[in-house]
């Protein structure tokens, strides 16, 4: 089932069809447009969970919606009506370096809206190999590691190395001119010999978090 609000056509059966809920995403849509189809979703009994929102979206948008949740880092901006699924089993995620932190809050929340517990180990970088290494034990045991990083994006081929779970590798848009805002690491990524590793877009925190917290619900679930 969906609605018509001219600009956009909330789909209220997809949590039916996808075991996730519609998702809106806030980067290029006005506040507006933002306020209405999280208005429209909460009156249909969902829960209305927008992404790549940026502050000043989040203000207007609270300002409207003063119940409305934002969380700055991961640029994501959540009306709740319902309650939200316990969490279960575990995922990890891993980030590279600070700046990649917006990525992997947002891979990070987005898993733990669709009921997984998360595990946040950051700033492990190849850079100081060490920082990982001292850390292993805290994923090791997770379902599913999503891993983000920029630059040369060599941090999932390391963790791919390390331990026997699935890996999803997210490139940043992190790093120096030829980084290519991003390409550098996704081809990196892409050209892994570590088996066991796949990979999403760039700067795609959002579809990592979804991909890992389904694999979390199929190993819990078992």
């Known amino acids: ?129 060490h920082r990982l290494l001292s850390r292993v034990e805290r994923f090791a045991d997770a379902c599913a590691i999503i891993v983000v990083a920029g630059m040369e994006g060599a941090l999932p081929s390391v963790v791919g190395g390390l331990i026997d779970k699935p890996v999803i590798a997210v490139p940043t848009s992190v790093g120096y001119g030829a980084s290519f805002n991003g390409l550098a690491a996704l081809l990196g990524m892409l050209n892994t010999c570590a088996a066991g590793v796949t990979v999403v877009n760039i700067d795609n925190g959002f579809g990592a978090g979804v991909a890992a917290a389904r694999i979390n619900h199929g190993a819990t679930a078992s």
């Open 1 to 129: 089932m969906t609605d018509d609000l001219h600009f956009a056509k909330p789909d209220y059966a997809r949590q039916q069809r996808c075991g996730v809920p519609e998702v809106i995403y806030g980067a290029g849509k006005t506040a507006s447009q933002i306020v209405a189809i999280m208005r429209a979703l909460n009156d249909a009994g969902q829960n209305a969970f927008a992404t790549r929102v940026t502050p000043e979206q989040a203000a207007a948008v609270r300002a409207e919606l003063p119940d409305a949740v934002y969380r700055a880092e991961a640029r994501i901006l959540t009306r709740d009506v319902i309650p939200l699924p316990p969490r279960t089993g575990k995922i990890a995620v891993l980030c590279a370096g600070t700046s990649d932190l917006p990525v992997a809050e947002e891979a990070a929340v987005t898993a733990e809206r669709l009921g997984a517990t998360v595990e946040r180990v950051y700033d492990v970088g190849v850079a100081g190999l």
